[in-house]
């Protein structure tokens, strides 16, 4: 087993947490289109601007439960 230098497991926990987030917004916006076909662009940029995987993580049960996306937009507003 090579040796990993600490910078290494740094790197290496930094591209973990990143792909974590990348996914979990992923999974947000997949649910919103699902649901309402189009999410327009302000509201994906606000997705894509979370970088808290416990707030996107209730960003996805919120656009589950969300009668609408104006609704999920209040949501969120109330949630930052």
Known sequence: MPYVTSIERF???????????QHSRKSV?????T??????QPLTK????FDDSKLLTKLHQEAILADSLESFKKRVEKLV
Do not use: Y
Not at 29 to 33: E, I, K, S, T
Not at 35 to 40: D, G, Q
């Open 29 to 33: 916006l997949d649910v919103l289109r």
């Open 11 to 21: 790197g290496i926990e930094k591209g973990r947490k990143e792909g974590i987030l």
């Open 35 to 40: 649901r309402f076909k189009r999410v327009p």
């Open 46 to 49: 606000m997705v894509q601007a």
